[in-house]
């Protein structure tokens, strides 16, 4: 069943997300609407910008864009860490046209084949004194997409400044107006607004475009949640590039005349500054905060004399809640997590557990006027029909916060297209999931995340799950590992906590009690000193999927009497092990490991070369 058609006049909210800061400066004008703090220890004098300062801010930005030739609807790359410009280059590019945040960290060919994908006009990115990594990506980007014609930067001066260098973004703005728009035409609520980046943990990053509408929607649908009410303040310690950071804790506050407290250019990565988290809950009478699993696992015991009272709840998502971090949360503040699910796709938030209603591993219903439903697939994952309630399918989502597709190249310039990721209005999520008969969402994990054992769908959250509940263990990723007999099997790459000394052997006994059925105990564990992680936080499994192909292929490598040496590395989203054999080997020795290996379904390239750069091991 489709939703109820949204109908933003019935609700009094604005078209376009510049015309909610005019509107907001209008109704809160002297409340602070940002406090940006510097990082580190250094959070008891922030910068504060009340409503009508990040108004006047961001149409100088606006205006700076439209001096440097921006046309409406043009497009600003935005390479920059959360610093005090970040919002005003941010907001001033929704102002006139389309703002495209990239996460810094990425490759620099990622980078620049997102821009060149974008069509981005200008570039805004940091200077050598703030981010010399940063600004050496921007120089080399530059150089590589001739179509942008202005590079901006932040934080300092820059000496010896490449071609197509036009200043410095704040000295460059505070000389335009910041009481009116330079731009004639008016943006609308159907018009593009920001382009996202999704993760990128398999190739290069596709690009969601949102639009103005999708995302005012959103805000005021999280503004009508009990954790976002009353005297609204949120932590913001998630990087802008994520679309959470600019809804969730941006967005949603200035809707309703919150105040978004800023942790810092590093934000939840911030060692000090996280330290630190209670007492900054306490000092700026924080009401919530979103973040990651990961982050909260990281935060440190409440003091015994902090008061964070004002805190209402914990916001969550962007990846699965461990029921023992939700357990030490909850205990330590006396306040409820509450998991929400979404994605960049669907304006970051679809469903949201209601405040006072938890249902413990549910992500909750959906939104108003979204609908969230389970379908089944054929074998080549097209949808095929409804499931009934609480049978577990392909999550579907439909509503006014879906995108209007992923971005291509076309004739004329980059346009979304749904092909493939939308039908009949609604958006094939690729998570997997079961809607109750109330209509709550429970997931199970991503489709292409299932370690499909002798062709038994495994969840690694319940092997996940398991293995955290040992006292000893910090952190779980169960990934699959090739296997001849079961085309896969369980690998758990297992953190464990300081000072423990657990072995893999009684990590296996401990599986073989709690995990939920014999086929998802892991067949290999692997005591590991970290589990990657994006930039945002969440559990990046790729390097694990790719060590453990590297296992399997040097150790049929060890058992075959030979020698050699193996990279991992995804070729057409898929992975693929070269293996470069040591001098010597003879054609014999290339045919007995291709025999070993074709009892495997891996994509595999054998080699007569020498030893060439490896990847290291986890260890």
């Not at 475009?209 to 005021?220: F, L, N």
């Not at 949640?225 to 590039?241: C, E, Q």
């Not at 941006?250 to 105040?259: A, E, N, Y």
Request: hydrophobic content about 40%; proline content about 9%.
């Amino acid at each position: 069943m489709m939703p109820e058609t949204w109908a933003p006049s019935d609700w009094d909210v604005p078209d376009t997300t510049y015309d909610l800061l005019v509107r907001s400066a209008d109704r809160f004008g002297d409340r602070p609407a940002l406090r940006l703090l510097a990082g580190g220890r250094q959070w008891h004098t922030p910068a504060t910008w009340t409503y009508r300062d990040l108004l006047a801010r961001v149409t100088q930005a606006a205006n700076m864009y439209t001096g440097l030739g921006l046309p409406p609807g043009g497009v600003v790359g935005l390479l920059l860490p959360n610093t005090p410009a970040s919002y005003p280059a941010f907001l001033g590019a929704q102002a006139i046209g389309i703002a495209n945040p990239v996460n810094p960290m990425l490759a620099t060919s990622h980078i620049i084949d997102i821009l060149r994908l974008t069509g981005a006009q200008i570039l805004v990115a940091p200077s050598p004194a703030l981010d010399p990594d940063g600004w050496r990506k921007a120089c080399d980007v530059l150089a590589a997409v001739p179509a942008i014609t202005a590079l901006i930067t932040v934080g300092g001066p820059v000496t010896n400044p490449p071609p197509r260098w036009v200043g410095d973004f704040e000295q460059m703005s505070n000389h335009c107006s910041s009481t009116q728009l330079y731009i004639g035409e008016r943006r609308t609520s159907t018009d593009l607004v920001a382009y996202f980046h999704t993760g990128g943990t398999t190739g290069t990053p596709k690009v969601a475009p949102h639009t103005h509408g999708g995302e005012i929607y959103v805000a005021w649908a999280l503004s009508t949640h009990g954790a976002f009410g009353g005297d609204l303040a949120v932590l913001s310690g998630l990087p802008l590039f994520h679309v959470n950071a600019v809804i969730v804790s941006t967005l949603t506050p200035l809707l309703v005349g919150g105040t978004t407290v800023a942790l810092g250019p590093l934000g939840f990565r911030d060692r000090e500054a996280l330290s630190d988290f209670w007492r900054i809950v306490e000092h700026y009478r924080i009401t919530t905060f979103s973040a990651v699993p990961t982050v909260y696992a990281s935060l440190p015991p409440v003091p015994e004399d902090a008061d964070i009272s004002t805190l209402r709840a914990g916001i969550v998502g962007a990846a699965a809640l461990p029921s023992a971090v939700r357990t030490d949360f909850e205990a330590a503040t006396g306040v409820p997590m509450i998991e929400g699910y979404g994605l960049t796709e669907g304006t970051c938030a679809s469903t949201f557990v209601p405040l006072g209603d938890t249902r413990y591993g549910s992500v909750g219903p959906p939104l108003p006027y979204q609908a969230v439903k389970a379908v089944h697939r054929d074998d080549a994952g097209r949808p095929t029909g409804d499931c009934p309630a609480g049978e577990v399918g392909m999550l579907a989502i439909s509503g006014p916060a879906v995108f209007p597709g992923y971005l291509r190249h076309g004739p004329d310039g980059p346009v979304p297209d749904p092909a493939g990721v939308i039908e009949d209005g609604w958006l094939l999520t690729g998570d997997l999931g079961r809607v109750d008969a109330d209509g709550f969402v429970y997931l199970s994990g991503r489709a292409k995340d299932l370690i499909i054992r002798g062709g038994h769908n495994i969840d690694p959250r319940l092997i996940e799950e398991a293995l955290l509940s040992h006292p000893d263990v910090a952190a779980v990723a169960a990934v699959p590992r090739p296997d001849a007999h079961s085309g896969e099997v369980p690998a758990a790459y297992v953190v464990l906590r300081a000072g423990a000394q657990v072995s893999t052997e009684a990590l296996r006994r401990w599986a073989v009690e709690h995990c939920p059925e014999p086929a998802s105990v892991p067949k290999f564990f692997h005591i590991v000193d970290s589990i990657p992680v994006t930039a945002v936080g969440k559990v990046h499994k790729v390097p694990l999927v790719h060590d453990s192909l590297r296992r399997v292929v040097l150790q049929e490598l060890d058992e075959a009497g030979l020698q050699g040496e193996v990279v991992v590395a995804d070729v057409d989203g898929q992975p693929c092990a070269t293996v470069q054999l040591t001098n010597g080997a003879s054609d014999e020795h290339c045919a007995q490991i291709r025999n070993r290996l074709s009892r495997y379904g891996i994509n595999y390239d054998i080699t007569e070369s020498g030893p060439a750069s490896m990847a290291t091991v986890l260890r």
